[in-house]
């Protein structure tokens, strides 16, 4: 379409058109530079910086204008989010928490379906063969995968055949996923803009989605942060942080490292009582 004599703009639901797949055909309308003089209107129903950053860069009045929305909170899809602090080898920990959804999905007649995200191919294959051997059906979808492939692992996934997707973060890019129960980020998003790319597929209206993120307290727990004021400004509610796992992985160790003190200080009083000093 040829946009250079349009004088009207308007985008409904900005915040939706700036995420995921949809992202690129709105930069692709905003990149168009009217030949003649045009008003622009945008409407959004979160303020993100990918909003503010549309602002001002397009829209004549560089400036937002926040005004109430009647039933915008209750039309919201609610996600519950939860942040687990990761153990150094977390593959145990992951499997604890698919059973536990497994175990307490409210519909016993229908296996709940789950996407997983990591950030590498490889590690895409390994948890989806590591999920098979355990009795799960899933499979993985990753960038390196070609059209048909792709399109058919969804088509299975879409059908319930199977219900567990491995995925990296550019093979959803293409595919609507349909109906999704829980959300797992093994690995922490890098931003979070990613994080709520990840979020969206979840959009549905039929089931509330819960999501689960995998972090490293060491050296993650800033895009936390990040993450928790961004929802804490934008929708009024924090995400909750999971240290249990964390915490009493520590305790164990630091309970090891003890014992271990206590018997090398025994080792070493028995053998001074064995061979006094002279």
């Known amino acids: 379409l040829s946009l ?10 900005i915040d939706e058109m700036l995420r995921g797949r949809r992202c690129t055909n709105t930069k692709i309308i905003a990149d168009v530079k009217p030949n003649v003089k045009y008003l622009a209107a945008a409407f959004a129903t979160s303020k993100s910086t990918e909003v ?28 519950s989010q939860k942040f687990i602090a990761a153990e150094p080898d977390k593959i145990d920990q992951f499997l604890a928490l698919i059973k536990d959804i497994v175990m307490k999905h409210p519909n016993k007649n229908q296996a709940p379906k789950i996407v997983i995200f990591v950030t590498r191919p490889r590690l895409a294959n390994i948890l989806a063969a590591m ?21 058919t692992t969804m088509s299975l996934f879409k059908t319930g055949f199977i219900n567990m997707l491995v995925s990296t973060d550019i093979s959803l890019t293409y595919y609507h996923l349909g109906v999704v129960n829980y ?4 690995e922490m998003p890098c931003s979070l803009g990613k994080y709520l790319n990840h979020l969206n597929v ?4 039929e089931f509330p989605a819960k999501c689960f993120s995998f972090f490293d307290p060491s050296c993650e727990m800033s895009r ?12 009024g509610e924090s995400p909750e942080i999971d240290y249990s796992s964390y915490t009493k992985d520590i305790d164990e160790k630091n309970t090891a490292t003890e014992s271990q003190a206590t018997l090398e200080q025994d080792a070493a009083a028995e053998e001074t009582q064995q061979h006094p000093a002279t």
């Open 202 to 205: 979840t959009q549905q209206k």
């Open 4 to 13: 250079c004599y349009c004088r009207f703009f308007i985008f409904d639901e």
């Open 52 to 79: 503010e950053i549309f602002a001002n860069s397009y829209l004549n009045c560089n400036k937002l204008i926040e005004v109430d929305c009647i039933g915008s909170v209750a039309n919201r899809m609610e996600i």
């Open 131 to 151: 999920l098979l051997l355990e009795g799960f059906k899933a499979l993985s979808l990753q960038g390196d995968y070609d059209q048909l492939d792709g399109e």
């Open 224 to 235: 936390v942060n990040d993450i928790q004021f961004y929802f804490q400004e934008n929708y």
């Open 183 to 186: 959300l797992i980020n093994f």
